[in-house]
């Protein structure tokens, strides 16, 4: 099992609790299902209402899937992930590019 860093061990904790409240919001509004392959939507037909389904980092708004029509939350954009960060790097003071992908490493002879 991999673990956390310490130093983001605690907001990651925090943001998931946010995210189960949300998702307990979200099923009491009758909003609970996940987006999930055909296949395993089959296999196992309650599983997108399950937690351990969820999105770690869930869209801020509901959305209609567009293949089925179903409401349902998304996770978070790829767009507004970058831009959070940008934010983070910036505020951090930090000066040097950052990406929230691994860069490949040059190798000099």
């Known amino acids: 099992m991999a673990k956390v860093p310490h130093g ?6 925090a943001q ?3 995210t189960k ?4 919001a979200d099923l009491a509004l009758g909003y609970e ?3 999930m392959p055909h296949a395993l939507e089959r296999k196992y037909p309650e599983a997108s209402r ?10 801020p708004l509901r959305s209609v899937d567009p ?5 349902r939350r998304h996770h978070l954009g ?3 992930f970058q831009r959070a960060m940008r934010q983070a790097v910036h505020d951090a003071g930090v000066h040097k590019p950052a990406t929230p992908r691994p860069r490949a490493r040059c190798v000099t002879p």
């Open 8 to 13: 983001i061990a605690l907001a990651l904790k």
């Open 50 to 59: 399950a937690w351990g389904w969820q999105y770690v980092f869930p869209a």
């Open 78 to 80: 790829d767009q507004a």
């Open 33 to 35: 299902r996940v987006w």
């Open 67 to 71: 293949r089925t029509g179903i409401v």
């Open 21 to 24: 409240n949300l998702h307990d």
């Open 16 to 18: 998931m609790v946010n």
